[in-house]
């Protein structure tokens, strides 16, 4: 983000900064206003003054962006830190609902295999076109998106991810590919396919095959008209809300 980027060389000020205030005697304010105020003033780019640099200091928390980043060096991933942060602990936090995972739009890897660091032992079911974007519905936006857009191979992509058991692969315009988990159900989904009519066959395919309690997550709601525009109509006449997460994901639980 950039935004990061040009806050990033204060952090050590930032942490001495929040130190002072919280120990000095010289402070006429209370001391958790001050810290509040100070840890604000620093978490903003002036540049872009609606956006926040969040903190993943906690050991928990950094041990994940750890993870991103050395995923991020080895295969192009889309997602921002965030948004795979986001990914990785929902899959964590679905590991006690029944059910496979899967992922439509797997491009180089990246995302799949942070969604393979925390799945344990479940199934995870990967589906691609591996030749890019297909053809454009009407409500895509030309200016966003192209066909053969983010094409990776199936071969490359299945080496990078060898070392994980229970990964399998389908290679075609979903949900063609899609027979063999028919009958499966779903703990967790994680949807980047940029497109109004690839959005809309996923959430047809995967609503009812999602497990109670089961998560959706989709990259893109918040960029791309094709995206925002299919899940605000699949999701019209239905119980679950759509919430919208940091970056441009969306999230919807089954209920």
Not at 32 to 55: F, G
Request: aromatic residues 10%.
């Amino acid at each position: 983000m950039k935004s990061a980027r040009l806050i990033w060389p204060f952090k050590e000020f930032a942490k001495m900064t929040v130190s002072w205030a919280a120990t000095t005697k010289l402070l006429a304010f209370p001391r958790r206003i001050v810290i509040r105020v100070i840890d604000y003033a620093l978490s903003v780019d002036p540049k872009h003054p609606r956006s926040l640099v969040i903190s993943y200091d906690a050991p928990e928390r950094s041990k994940v962006i750890d993870l991103v980043r050395r995923i991020k060096a080895e295969s192009r991933m889309v997602q921002a830190d965030t948004e795979a942060y986001q990914i990785f602990r929902a899959v964590q936090r679905t590991k006690k609902i029944d059910g496979d995972i899967a992922e439509v739009g797997v491009y180089r890897g990246g995302s799949a295999k942070l969604i393979c660091e925390a799945k344990g032992s479940k199934a995870l079911h990967l589906f691609d076109t591996f030749e890019g974007l297909p053809d454009l519905h009407n409500l895509d936006d030309p200016k966003q998106v192209h066909k053969g857009e983010c094409a990776a191979t199936l071969e490359d992509v299945r080496n990078y991810l060898m070392e994980y058991p229970n990964v399998h692969f389908y290679k075609g315009l979903f949900p063609v590919g899609a027979e063999p988990v028919q009958s499966r159900i779903f703990s967790f989904v994680h949807l980047d396919v940029d497109l109004y009519e690839s959005t809309q066959n996923c959430l047809k395919f995967f609503y009812t095959r999602m497990n109670k309690g089961g998560i959706i997550i989709s990259h893109d709601y918040m960029l791309l008209t094709g995206v925002r525009k299919a899940f605000d109509s699949f999701f019209e006449d239905k119980q679950e809300a759509i919430i919208e997460l940091s970056g441009s994901q969306c999230l919807v639980v089954k209920l």
